[in-house]
């Protein structure tokens, strides 16, 4: 028995609004990563995070509304709420372990 996937047809008039959101879903996640990225490398002043920050909610309402325009089901609604959950602390992960590791190898440098 072959299983198949369901997914109710979406109505020709509203491809460009399904478009439209799905494509600020890109651009907030890209502002986002791009405010968090340049104000912990220096670029620019830490306040400006707080935009970034915005840029990430803006984010996920973008990808709630594009979830209902699709009709996700809840299980996929859940997958991208974690998700969501994940891309907001990924850069600061990344950037602490960054830090932590040039600790780690200066401190061995000055030792020798």
């Known amino acids: 028995m072959e299983s198949t996937i369901y ?16 494509t600020m879903v890109l651009v907030f996640g890209v502002g986002y990563a791009a405010s968090i990225t340049l104000s912990k490398m220096g670029f620019i ?18 990808l709630y509304d594009l979830g209902m325009r699709i ?7 859940k997958v991208l709420a974690v998700a969501m959950l994940a891309y907001l ?7 602490y372990l960054i830090d932590e590791s040039e600790k780690r190898y200066e401190s061995s440098e000055d030792g020798q």
């Open 89 to 95: 602390f990924a850069p600061h992960l990344y950037f």
């Open 45 to 62: 002043a830490k306040k400006w995070q707080l935009f970034g920050y915005t840029f990430w909610i803006l984010q996920v309402y973008t």
């Open 7 to 22: 997914m109710p047809q979406l109505a020709a008039d509203q491809f460009l609004g399904i478009f439209i959101v799905a």
């Open 71 to 77: 009709h996700s089901s809840p299980f996929t609604t």
